[in-house]
């Protein structure tokens, strides 16, 4: 069964503009952590923003927000003043906290941004 | 200080040859992970090592794919008569593990781009 949905294949913004790319996460573990990582063309993998389950207040990094709702298990990103250089593939991912499971992160299947000037 | 490295870089290979696929993760950290991203896809676990423990090889796709990770740093993933269908990049990634944590961030390689002929 898919852990992390990803519904938007792709989304194109206006530069300047802010953007929501869309995550729901499916767990029975009551501790986990939520990631988002940006892949541009070249291939690396970038560490963006990071979100616990317990964590009292939405996470924010800079032009990076998390919209986390709890109860609805989503984990949504806000980047906010879009630039070029956002444009790449946004993965949204998940760890959690069963003994089991620890330290196994599962990747959703991306959301291809594009800015447009 | 230096990142995670992989090589090579890029793969060509014939059907039903065999491949091994190098990782050094960054120095210290005792978790590391292999995951495998199609053209255009979203990443897929394949194996995790933490520290002396038993690998987590549940994203195996067959026992054609085995990993090691000799002396707790370096592994090798390694491909036994390739298919068609293994040609993907395989990434690579480490993390910390002096605590417990689920923020733990995961930091990947460049990958290796494997194409079987």
């Known amino acids: 069964a898919q852990k992390i949905t990803q519904t938007q294949p792709g989304m194109f913004v206006q530069e300047k503009e802010a953007v929501t790319l869309d995550c729901t996460y499916d767990?029975?573990?009551?501790?986990?952590?939520l990631f988002w990582y940006k892949q541009p063309s070249s291939g690396e993998m970038i560490f963006l923003i990071y979100?616990?389950?317990?964590?009292?207040q939405n996470a924010t990094e800079g032009r990076y927000s998390l919209n986390f709702q709890k109860a609805r298990k989503s984990a949504n990103l806000v980047i906010s003043a879009s630039q070029l250089g956002d444009s790449a593939m946004y993965f949204c991912?998940?760890?959690?906290?069963?003994?089991?499971?620890?330290?196994?992160?599962?990747f959703g299947p991306g959301t291809s941004l594009s800015v447009i000037p | 200080g230096a990142g995670v490295s992989q090589s090579p870089s890029n793969k060509v290979t014939e059907k039903g040859k065999d491949v091994e696929l190098r990782c050094d993760p960054i120095s210290g950290h005792t978790a590391l992970y292999w995951y495998r991203q199609s053209l255009g896809q979203g990443l897929e676990f394949l194996i995790y090592f933490q520290g002396n423990s038993a690998p987590d090889k549940s994203g195996l796709p067959s026992d054609r794919f085995s990993a090691e990770r000799t002396g707790g740093s370096v592994s090798t993933l390694t491909i036994q008569r390739t298919q068609q269908e293994d040609s993907a990049v395989y990434l690579c990634?480490?993390?910390?593990?002096?605590?417990?944590?689920?923020?733990?961030?995961?930091?990947f390689g460049p990958g290796t781009r494997l194409l079987v002929l």
């Open positions: 767990t029975s573990d009551p501790s986990y952590g």
């Open positions: 990634a480490s993390s910390r593990r002096d605590s417990r944590s689920l923020q733990e961030t995961q930091y």
């Open positions: 979100q616990g389950s317990y964590d009292q």
């Open positions: 991912a998940m760890r959690e906290g069963r003994v089991t499971s620890y330290d196994k992160v599962i």
